[in-house]
Structures are given as C-alpha cells and as structure tokens.
C-alpha cells in the first residue's frame, strides 16, 4: 500500500508561485511513475503533469506547459510541482498521485484510469 500527502497550497494573488510537495510513503518510490491532476469545482479531474520513473521524460497540460515544473527528489521519496504565474484558472484541489503498477510507456501517462494511489489533494486559489 503507498500514501501519498500532498502539502503545500494556499490562497495566492495572480502571478504569484506556490510549490506544492507530495511525500510517498514506501520502499519502491522510484518505481513509480508520478502525476499531479487538478480538480476545480463543477469539472473534472485534469490532468496537470507526469514523470517517469528515471525523471528522463515529463509531460504537461497545454495549460501549464512553461508555467509549471515537475520534479522528484528520490532520496525524499517526494515529488514537487513548482507552480510559476499563477492564473485564477488555476484555482483548483491538486492531488498527487502514483503509477504502482507495471507501465512501459516512455511518458508518463496523462489518464487518471492508469493510476494507482491517490493523495487527499491540496487547495490551491489564486485570487485577487
């Protein structure tokens, strides 16, 4: 079983940043592959970005692309999203979550379908 916890939203003014963290419990962190979605009031869950296991390959909602930054620290068994010039579309709860299963794919997967372990997620608003 993994626990996912993600820490780090809060209220934020446009343009601003937030890093959000995501702290997997476990012994084979770096076998999973690692996305954050986003889920606003009234929609969908998203898609919001992905990383491989080797970090080699990351992904990004058209949205996000050249905003938002993925990453995992290994050694921490945690992921982060660096979230840069925050947009009030961006108000939403992200969740981290995780690919346990086995998945051969160079990219990370965009379908929520193909993940696993699901954090409670973390409100983010970005409001003036």
């Known amino acids: 079983q993994v626990q996912l916890v993600e820490s780090g939203g809060g209220l934020v003014q446009p343009g601003a940043s937030l890093r959000l963290s995501c702290a997997a419990s476990?012994?084979?962190?770096?076998?999973?592959?690692m996305g954050w979605f986003r889920q606003a009031p009234g929609k969908e869950r998203e898609f919001v970005a992905g990383?491989?296991?080797?970090?080699?390959?990351?992904a990004y909602a058209d949205s996000v692309k050249g905003r938002f930054t993925i990453s995992r620290d290994t050694a921490k068994n945690t992921t982060y999203l660096q979230m840069n010039s925050l947009k009030p579309e961006d108000t939403a709860v992200y969740y981290c979550?995780?690919?346990?299963?086995?998945?051969?794919?160079?990219?990370?997967?965009?379908?929520?379908?193909?993940?696993?372990?699901w954090g409670q997620g973390t409100q983010v608003t970005v409001s003036s």
């Open positions: 990383i491989t296991r080797s970090e080699r390959n990351s």
């Open positions: 476990g012994r084979t962190f770096s076998s999973y592959v």
């Open positions: 979550a995780a690919v346990a299963r086995a998945y051969n794919s160079p990219f990370p997967s965009r379908r929520r379908d193909d993940y696993d372990y």
